[in-house]
């Protein structure tokens, strides 16, 4: 196996192989939300019953949460180059399993082929990332885009699925990822270097379904909370999650080859960057779980209307994350950048706070600041946790960050949505039927029916995002100082040291 040459710029190559690792990202950030328009017309055509349709929006997300650690740490020992091409083929097969599907149940079940192919794709290209950028500042760049390309891809994925729906059928929205897929397949090979660790050790297999009971009755609850409430079987099933949460930390203790290392937390600044990360994905949902409703029920825009409004927020994103890492480039502290980052998205809940159920200008700049803001402060926080650990465990690093992202994001559609449902709860008027009690959606079904009843629904909900937006900016602006104070010190190795080889061979031999 060759090294990397100590301090080698990235060149023309690299850069290609870059465009070509956004191509998975793209797509499997856009599965997250490319149902989002399809919905009804499956319902139509397949006919599930309520509990299959909620599965086939929801299992994709549950799989790809569940195995992110697993296939991270596969990736570190097979090869990431390899992993991602398997996961290629498999997103592909699975996709177009889905397109055609006749029934409800092939349906779920090739979404959930689409969440293990997306688990093995996302940690695999951030560690391909990591191990073809040596260079520091083409590396945080390279991460930078990596960020952009995540955050824009969940709000691609809506709007292109109500504009294939709209003149196609929903099988289309699944159909979209073939070509991206073979084409990875046809350039992968060229292009990426293999990168894998030379020394992995045995796998430890009783680590895969303790992460796993970790992580899906977590992510299950929290998602479930905003919208059936604290209700005790959701209570329950975080708890048990996080049972098994400790005993999965203490196999990793304890094991000889542990899935994932505790080594890895004693690299500088690495904990701080995963607990930063989750609050940065508690912003990004817990916003996006008001704005969505904001637009259709509040505004009463279309689907597609609503989607396409919702893409302006995205355009300030690609400029955020390649700022920041110039800003670190050239000497100010990765600590301020992040903080800064934190106080801006914390300014976009303070203007959100001020909406009122006819200001769709004022929600639409706040959303764009708050992107902006969060995407200055994963970026870095993503360049500085794979910066600090070594290359050949850059598969487990990202899969961590990203599994932290998931949990973070179901966090802020839990907290932020129960203070949003509570205080549209308390100002609905009390004389409304029950159904209009519990959702904006509810009171809008039965609106012909009570007079006066839309509008006041529709300003509840405006001031229940209010009070969320309050509680989001206050979490965010803890975030702030908490990352001036603990990442002001923190340094990482800048390039790669004739120490530390990166363990990359084009032939991945």
Known sequence: MTTNPTNT????????????????????SMDVSVLYFAIPAIGADLEPTGTQQLWIFDIYAFVLAGLLMTMGSVGDRVGRRRLLLIGAAAFGAASLVAAYANSAETLIAARALLGIG????????????????????????????WSGVLTAGVALGSVLSGVLVEFFWWGSVFLV???????????????LPESRDPHPGRFD??????????????????KEIPSEGWNVRYVVSITVGLLFAVLFVHRQRTARSPMISPTLFRAPGFT???????????????SAYFTTQYL??????????????????????????????RLVGRGVNRAYV????????ASGYGLLAFAGPDTMALVLVACGVLASGLVTAMSQLMDLALSGVPVERAGSASSL?????????????????????AIYRNEIPASSPDVARETLGGALAVADQVPGLAAAARAAFTSGMQGAAVAGATVLAGAAVLAAVSLRRVKVCTNETPDEPSHLSPSGV
């Open 296 to 325: 259709q029920s509040v505004l009463d825009k279309s689907a597609l209307e609503a989607a396409l409004w919702a893409l302006l927020p995205s355009v300030p994103i690609g400029l955020a994350a390649p700022l920041a890492a």
């Open 177 to 191: 990822n073939l070509p991206a897929m073979a084409l990875l397949l046809l350039l992968g090979p060229l292009l």
């Open 205 to 222: 297999w009783l680590s895969v379904p303790l992460s796993m009971a970790a992580v899906l009755p977590v992510v299950y609850g929290l």
């Open 338 to 345: 992040v903080a800064a980052g934190f106080a801006i998205a």
């Open 401 to 421: 960050m990203e599994t932290g992202a998931e949990f973070g994001g179901a966090l802020g559609m839990a907290l932020l949505g129960s203070i949003g449902t």
């Open 118 to 145: 997306g688990a093995t794709l996302m940690p695999s290209t951030l560690s391909l990332v990591r191990a073809m950028f040596t260079d520091a500042a083409q590396r945080a760049t390279a991460i930078a885009v």
């Open 272 to 286: 701080t960057a995963v607990g930063l990360n989750l609050v940065s994905a508690f912003g990004v949902l817990g």
């Open 9 to 28: 710029r990235a060149g023309r190559r690299e850069w290609t192989a870059l465009a070509v690792l956004m191509l998975p990202l793209l797509l499997v």
